[in-house]
């Protein structure tokens, strides 16, 4: 708990993000350049979608995205809540943007990939349904937190939410085993061996880095931007902004 406090300071996440930021984005951005080039050009067409399928290199990253980042929010929601630690509700509350948009982003390249394949762009799929009621998740735990003046009540409420909207992630995983879906089950599992060949399995891992280590620069960024917000009122804040040590 002493780490925990010491390196849970808003003014020293401060400092520690600042120097992570540089290098998180850089590495981002080498991912995406060499992702993007394996797969639209190095992978080979697929035997039967053709080059459709290679939307898959931005729809899975941002669907196994869509569901990480809610855990991690979680996550830090439950720590706030239960410990009152200051920068783990805003690691939370900053979280919650970058998650809703990997959903959505997920829900949309899953509709125009499944346009050629199923002939249309939405079926009330277990998998689809379920991915949608995550996105309603996260923007109830926004609009939960905006709705709330008090940063600690907001805070407070809107874990709950976090917490209890965690039954969902099994679900969307599972779904595809559970009931029967239009949805494929996953080519790529911690258990088994990959169900798609290396020249298609390299650039979904790079893109997938790539999009994780967005998620952390952009996590970075945030939580920089909340902790200014919320500690304007501070000695180390006026220093900050005046330009003195």
Known sequence: MKFIHKYGAPKRFYQLAGTFIPWFAGITAVLFVSGLYLGLYWAPPDYQQGDAYRIMFVHVPNAWMSMMAYVIMASFAATGYIWNIRLADILARVSAPLGASFTLTALVTGSLWGKPMWGTYWVWDARLTSELILFFLYVGYMALQASIDDARRAAHASAILAIVGVVNIPIIHYSVYWWHTLHQPASLTLTNQ?????????????????????????????????????????????????GKP
Do not use: G, N, Q
């Open 194 to 242: 990959p169900k798609i060949y290396a020249t298609m399995l390299i650039p979904l891992i790079v893109m997938s880095l790539a999009f994780m280590f967005f998620y952390l620069t952009m996590l970075c960024v945030r939580a920089r931007s909340e902790i200014l917000l919320r500690e304007r009122h501070t000695d180390w804040v006026r220093k900050l902004v005046e």
